[in-house]
């Protein structure tokens, strides 16, 4: 299993970036996909979560600036970001969670992508 982000960058305080990630040896429709980011020194938080289902959520803090998005015949998904400030300069990491036969779970991770906002 392979998920390869990118589209991270530099930035302007107000900016917008649009991460991907391209996901192999799963198939995103029917895993759990979602973003996670880690800042300098701070635990590593879910930004946005695609269900199997269907449904996209993101952090309450969040909502209105940061969409994620899902393309199955692709195999990808993708973090819309907007008005993008200072707070969100981390790495982005990609992450899948694949249920498995029984109640069983597999979680496989990205290699992440930088994004730096600059004030």
């Known amino acids: 299993v392979q998920l390869q982000a990118s589209g991270g960058g530099s930035v302007q305080t107000g900016g917008s970036l649009r991460l991907s990630c391209a996901a192999s040896?799963?198939?995103?429709?029917?895993?759990?996909m979602a973003w996670y980011r880690q800042a300098t020194g701070k635990s590593r938080e879910m930004v946005a979560h695609?269900?199997?289902?269907?449904?996209?959520s993101s952090l309450d803090s969040l909502k209105g600036r940061f969409t994620i998005s899902r393309d199955n015949a692709k195999n990808m998904i993708y973090l819309q970001m907007n008005s993008l400030g200072p707070d969100d300069t981390a790495v982005y990491y990609c992450?899948?969670?694949?249920?498995?036969?029984?109640?069983?779970?597999?979680?496989?991770w990205g290699q992440g992508t930088q994004v730096t906002v600059s004030s």
């Open positions: 992450a899948a969670d694949r249920p498995q036969p029984g109640s069983g779970h597999s979680y496989y």
């Open positions: 040896g799963i198939m995103v429709s029917s895993s759990n």
């Open positions: 695609f269900s199997r289902s269907g449904i996209a």
